[in-house]
């Protein structure tokens, strides 16, 4: 009897893993390639609105790079969301969500390396065409050109707050009227709280890519590292009754997450620490002894309070 108990245990336990590897692999691509996509979309959209006419695309690599960290947070934040859904144990959860994690990390940084071949393809040179007349604006400054957007060196008319028009035959030289102007994009109304989610991805990315040039030792230890600390928040997916509160609290620990990522990575902060340490810790691996120590303490917080819940019940009962 007790043989058959242990065999439908390990039965349920080997199909919530393949259940959560099935899931995170299929959430991970999806969200890989949707976020490669819209940072494509976004600079052709920003190289359709920007003169010169000579403007190129971003390289694959970069771009590759911005969406391995999007598609890491959003992966394991709705991966834990599921196995709080489907009630499988957070011993189980966050042992299956941290290994796939760092193969797919690993497996993806390796890959991302060898997309250098894809730059002529995918980053070609972008031509901007409009005829005389274009009104560009920004910053509460307005350029009319007066010749067409090939030629964007010829005269135009210059509109500048609380002043007159001003014609300019040519832009730039020693006879300009005003100082000479930047090449003026259309307005960008992108809210700020999306640019910092942006910059934060990047900065990210940045982290991510140097640590790997800098040797696998260094990279394995910040990934594993940061996975750890966004793994090791399932109980907050377990909080309330009501799971979509608990995945938008989710989504804002995990925001919370990559601004601290971006405050600890930056040079200032690490000289900082690195200096409090007396220099007995390697820089490069102060921000992953603090994501590891973060993440150990909030896991034995969660195996604690588990283990006061059972006592409590077992007082009750």
Request: charged share 15%.
């Amino acid at each position: 009897m007790h043989e058959d108990v242990s065999h439908v245990t390990l039965f349920v336990e080997m199909k919530n893993i393949a259940k959560l590897t099935l899931f995170f692999s299929l959430t991970f691509f999806a969200f890989f390639l949707a976020a490669i996509a819209l940072t494509f979309i976004s600079s052709l959209l920003e190289l359709a609105r920007i003169l010169p006419v000579s403007a190129k695309g971003e390289d694959v690599a970069k771009v590759f790079w911005v969406a391995l960290p999007a598609a890491l947070y959003l992966a394991i934040l709705l991966t834990l969301g599921y196995s709080a859904r489907k009630k499988i144990s957070i011993k189980l959860s966050v042992i299956t969500i941290i290994s796939m994690a760092c193969i797919f990390t690993m497996a993806f940084s390796l890959g991302i390396n060898q997309l250098g071949f894809l730059d002529p393809i995918l980053r070609p040179l972008v031509s901007v065409k409009a005829e005389p007349g274009l009104i560009l604006s920004q910053s509460g400054t307005r350029v009319v050109l007066l010749r067409d957007s090939n030629d964007i060196l010829g005269s135009r008319l210059v509109s500048i707050p609380d002043q007159p028009f001003i014609y300019q035959e040519l832009p730039i030289g020693p006879n300009n009227t005003i100082l000479s102007l930047p090449a003026l994009s259309f307005g960008n109304d992108t809210p700020w709280f999306v640019k910092s989610i942006g910059i934060d991805l990047s900065v990210s990315a940045h982290e991510l890519k140097n640590r790997l040039e800098s040797g696998y030792y260094y990279f394995g230890a910040y990934a594993f590292s940061l996975i750890l600390l966004l793994t090791s928040m399932r109980f907050l997916l377990d909080l309330s009754q009501w799971p979509l509160a608990n995945m938008f609290l989710g989504a804002l620990v995990f925001r919370g997450i990559l601004a601290l990522e971006t405050f600890i990575d930056a040079e200032e902060i690490n000289a900082l620490i690195d200096t409090s340490l007396s220099e007995r810790v390697p820089a490069a691996l102060i921000t992953p002894l603090a994501f590891i120590a973060v993440g150990f303490l909030i896991l034995l917080y969660t195996l604690l309070s588990r283990i006061a819940g059972r006592e409590r019940k077992d007082e009750d009962g």
